[in-house]
């Protein structure tokens, strides 16, 4: 079993920055991919930015430059770095986390509750 618990959420005028953090605990092997996806209501969830076990980074074509993923192994926790934030940036942040079980040799996707960035103008 694992839990995936994502903070750092706000309200945040048009330019600011904030920093989301995410950690996952429970029965946890390890962890491969972990990243972050945004949802806003009528649209399908997309894909922020995630980042491989060694450090490898995708960010979406709308935040690259202003946000970045990091994550930090041995704490299990995966942090989203937002800068230069715009009001098409207020959506609810779900982090995600492939994880290899100590019960099982298969990994799965795990997924954080959600946590609402709201930019103002």
């Known amino acids: 079993q694992v839990q995936l618990v994502e903070s750092g959420g706000g309200l945040v005028q048009a330019g600011g920055s904030l920093t989301l953090s995410c950690v996952a605990s429970?029965?946890?092997?390890?962890?491969?991919?972990m990243g972050w996806y945004r949802q806003v209501p009528g649209k399908q969830r997309e894909l922020v930015a995630r980042i491989s076990s060694g450090g490898d980074t995708n960010h979406a074509d709308s935040v690259r430059g202003r946000f970045t993923i990091s994550r930090d192994n041995a704490k299990n926790v995966v942090y989203l770095q937002m800068k230069s934030l715009k009001p098409e940036d207020t959506a609810v942040y779900y982090c995600?986390?492939?994880?290899?079980?100590?019960?099982?040799?298969?990994?799965?996707?795990?997924w954080g509750q959600g946590t609402q960035i709201t930019v103002s103008s």
């Open positions: 429970g029965n946890i092997f390890s962890i491969n991919d």
């Open positions: 995600y986390a492939e994880v290899h079980l100590r019960t099982t040799p298969v990994f799965f996707n795990s």
